[in-house]
């Protein structure tokens, strides 16, 4: 069989662009996210082109992550490529009047989400001595800005985190790749305020922001350079834009 790669949050956005740049390069999926009608939709759609399986857990839950990546079968055990694409913003607001519950989704989904799926899959990535994992951090995990704090802690932890497997895992034959984009046009700005469409629609406008797909031709880069070379980081800007709150508009 083709190379396997795991994605979660693989029914939206970045993860979903993956998802199809991968099956264009005849890469094996196991599509995970919690919609589990959406997931069934993306196998028949992706079926076509390379075999597909679904796992349905949210990654904040640590039972159903190890659950969910031990019921995989014999012949989809060995992944070779994990995106560790999960994740969003809840909130945004100065830290005196943050939300304690939105602090908690972030922190559990940005941080301790991308732990327990990597701790479910490292293991035989390290009997077998070879592997990529890609993890999904942000301009904001470099640069934190104002009403953000514990988004841009959430990915400064995701950038910590993709230095520290690369110390570890480099000596077992693992690459670790971290992606870091800028705005990109998402649902991430509908999450972030809570489903105000008028307000996250202006977050894109007078701009050209950057494209799901755009991110998912950058991780698709990094997982097909000779085994000779780790791709070890990617920052992505829209072309308008100069540092996470700095966008020129027209
Ligand atoms: C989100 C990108 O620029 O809004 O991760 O911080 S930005």
Known sequence: MSRIALITGATSGIGKATAEAFANSEINLILCGRRQEV????????????????????????????????????????????????GNAHGFSPIQDGD?????????????????????????MV???TGHIVNLSSVAG?????????YCASKAAVEALSEGM??????HG??????????????FSLVRFKGDAERAKKVYEGFEPI???????AILYSINTPARVTIADIVLYAKAQAAPTVIYRK
């Not at 470099?142 to 514990?150: C, F």
């Not at 494209?211 to 031709?217: F, I, K």
């Open 166 to 171: 690369r110390y570890d895992l480099t000596a």
């Open 39 to 86: 997931l069934g939709e993306l196998k028949t759609y992706f079926s076509s082109k390379v075999k597909v399986i679904t796992l349905t857990f949210d990654v904040r839950n640590k039972e159903s992550v190890f659950l969910a990546i031990a019921s995989l079968p014999e012949e989809w055990k060995n992944i070779d490529i994990l995106v560790n694409n999960a």
């Open 211 to 217: 494209q799901p797909e755009d991110v998912a031709d």
């Open 127 to 129: 009997e077998r001595q």
């Open 100 to 124: 304690v519950d939105d602090w908690d989704a972030m922190i559990d989904g940005n941080v301790q989400g991308l732990l327990y799926v990597s701790k479910a899959v490292i293991p035989q």
């Open 174 to 187: 693992i690459k670790i790749t971290n992606i870091a984009p800028g705005a990109v046009e998402t649902d």
């Open 142 to 150: 470099k640069q934190t800005y104002a009403n953000g704090a514990v």
